[in-house]
């Protein structure tokens, strides 16, 4: 593979990370410092900013990491490296690169969240601050842009792989 590909490659997912981390942990310091006196309604009664630390994983399936949050910064940030070379060995298509590139942000933002981040009552936490009620009154879990550039970036993940995968071919043994 010749290296001025594979330094593009290499540039393309470093941009994609870089503006994404950029924007998660600037977006989060926006909410600490704006959102401390209360929520802000942005789309009555469907969306608004209210900042929340979540000490658990995403979503809140598991309420609080304890003792092992230190452990999921550290699993995050070697994730992100192991996506890093990936892109430097494999050189992937450019959807795939930039969907790369933004998981691999949203995982450096949410783990250097568990890793620094300190919430109130002591420890670390997540920021989370954008909140979405569903029709009917249900709330979906508070989240932030790392986690949706996690969970776009998967779906791009996703769309790219099912693009690159061979169509079914009918079986040439006689039946």
Request: aromatic share 8%; glycine share 12%.
């Amino acid at each position: 593979m010749p290296h001025a590909q594979r330094l593009r490659a290499g540039l393309l997912f470093l941009l994609a990370a870089s503006l994404g981390t950029g924007c998660d942990l600037g977006t989060k310091t926006w909410a600490v410092q704006t959102l401390s006196d209360g929520p802000q309604p942005i789309a009555p009664p469907w969306l608004s900013f209210q900042l929340a630390y979540n000490r658990g994983t995403a979503f809140s399936v598991a309420r609080s990491l304890g003792d092992a949050m230190p452990w999921m910064a550290l699993l995050a940030f070697a994730l992100a490296a192991a996506v890093a070379v990936y892109v430097w060995r494999h050189r992937p298509d450019r959807l795939t690169t930039l969907a790369l590139g933004g998981i691999v942000a949203g995982a450096i933002g949410n783990g250097w969240d568990r890793a620094f981040r300190a919430a109130p009552g002591g420890g670390t936490g997540v920021v989370d601050f954008i909140a979405v009620t569903l029709p009917g009154g249900h709330r979906w879990p508070t989240f932030n842009v790392a986690d949706v550039l996690l969970a776009v970036g998967v779906g791009l993940v996703l769309i790219a792989s099912l693009r690159k995968a061979p169509a079914a071919q009918p079986d040439p043994t006689p039946g």
